[in-house]
């Protein structure tokens, strides 16, 4: 009684610890899903721990970010990927077949599942409610492997949606309206659950969008209740069996709640540089823009498309602009193409681009030198775009098509009356581009799978690069200040992605050369000069996706420990996994009194770590500075350890 949804999908899935907010747990996940640009290390990983086949109920793997294959390292990993897939009882889906949340939500998510991913916006599964949770690929390899999962009991936010929206208003403005009122950290530590009447008016394709940006509060996920829309959904995809009803309980009692009536929103866009930046139309003007892409995988449902095509219809793009779309999956793709809506924006002038990630992770489209580009993805972060100085806004794909047309931010509510868009009552199904892993003959006998696997090759290429090497935490710390940046560092500063650094996702000691080069470039080459180091920053470090290359490049440059004001979630958890230290200031303000290159000492580090003392403290040159390093038992045992890989390896 008085649960929320999110307490009752992560009750019947606890495996250890206890039902209480803010302590850690671990739950058995039924679904892991992978993509190429993490999935490389997170199979490594799991090869690694030696486990002959994956003990999830489904574990898919997809091809959908490094697909711009310009060089021989992306297709040898999506190689390596499929042949994994094949050995170890994964779904492999192939490049083509399009973005692995789309693709999920469209063929594999089940309500009231749990899902974890290595890749931040996992939690589009929410919008069927999955229980549905970014992660490191070496959390994803141990799940694969029949281990838990580990989360701090969230604190659970209601959000109450009254009212519909008007024409031209939509899902996006929604998720754009929750991160002006919550900010880019606002969700750490809890998940945002929907409800009230406006849930009826929003089908699953808008949940979705709305649960995928919840990535960008730093929550740990996002959820809709499953009810008749999630049913519709799921049998127009052919698998209404699969369907179940859920929501909270009519008492369930919340941590927090918020409001929105979905009437009064209007039209919004995330300005420069950072997905909390919310304007509306009127307070950012008629601006000229230069260039649109419409996709990724927060808006490039079959409902976006056919909304953009509808307002392209008859039109020409402003010769000023470029305008790519990017449908989100084959499905989408092919029934655009048989309604007629795909020659609607070919003709428009539209570049039409592969189903995959491409200009959202910086593969391609990036605009021109300070150029403005609408971008209906879900980071603007500086740089990403692969043009240092472009402005990216993020908006609907209504906002982005109609303003795609006039040259200029367009409120797309100028457009009138909206016609009624409904999904179909039957999606094309065609599951040819997705590979069933191979069975062996007697999947019950655990030597018949052992020698199945490995009579399966695993093809590899000469750019993927083992794990880099750990060691168990040393019995002192002692290391300089290798580098010392603000608040809100992204994963996008750490480890930036692109066409130039994406293809090195496999080969650590490569990719370690341009980590932290946005912020400066002098770094990797000190690090490796001074041997062990230690980095400072300020508040929600880490912030953005999920790739654990931004633990696993410091650690190979010898970064032992990360002191700052406050971690976004997987982030840290990416460290611990790492085997680096995280360390946060009791008072924010000892921050201003560490500066490059000073040198810290911890004393009798192991030793503190191995009694469970949280409170240390820290000494730089004369000064005496208080720090918290809060592990729990597992945590601990895992930085002891040297990391979660040396850690899962002793106990299986
Ligand atoms: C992203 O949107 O930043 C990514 C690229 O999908 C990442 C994963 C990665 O870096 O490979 C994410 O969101 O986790
Ligand atoms: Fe791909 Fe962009 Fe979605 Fe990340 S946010 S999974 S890069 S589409």
Redesign the pocket.
Known sequence: MNKTLTEKILDAHIVDGKAEKGSEIGIRIDQTLT?D??GTMAYLEYEAIGIPRVKTERSVAYID?NTLQNGFENADDHRFIGSVAKKYGIYYSRPGNGICHQVHLERFGIPGKTLIGS???TPTGGGLGMLAI?AGGLDVAVAMGGGAYYITYPKVVKVELKGKLNDWVSAKDIILEVLRRMTVKGGVGKVIEYTGEGVKTLSVPERATITNMGAELGATTSIFPSDEITREFLAAQGREQQWVPLAADEDAVYDEEISINLRNLVPLAACPHSPDNVKTMDEIGEIKIDQVCIGSCTNSSLLDMLKVAHILKGKTVHPDVSLSIAPGSKQVLTMLSKCGALDTMIDAGARILESA?GP??GMGQSPNSGGISLRTFN?NFEGRSGTKDGQIYLVSPETAAVSAITGVFTDPRTLGEMPKFELPEKFDVNDNMITAPAVPKNQENPESIAEFAEDVEILRGPNIKPFPKTTPLAENLQAKVSLKVGNNITT?HIMP?GAKILPLRSNIPAISEHCFTACDTEFPKRAKELGSSVIVGGANYGQ????EHAALAPLYLGVKAVLVKSFARIHRANLINAGILPLTFVNETDYDKISLLDEISLDNLREKIQKGESELTLKVGNEEIKVLCELTGRTKDIILAGGLLDYTRAKV
Do not use: L, N, P
């Open positions: 993509q640009a993490t970010h890749d931040s916006h970014g990630c959202c992770i980071r996008d992605a953005g996706s999920s790739r």
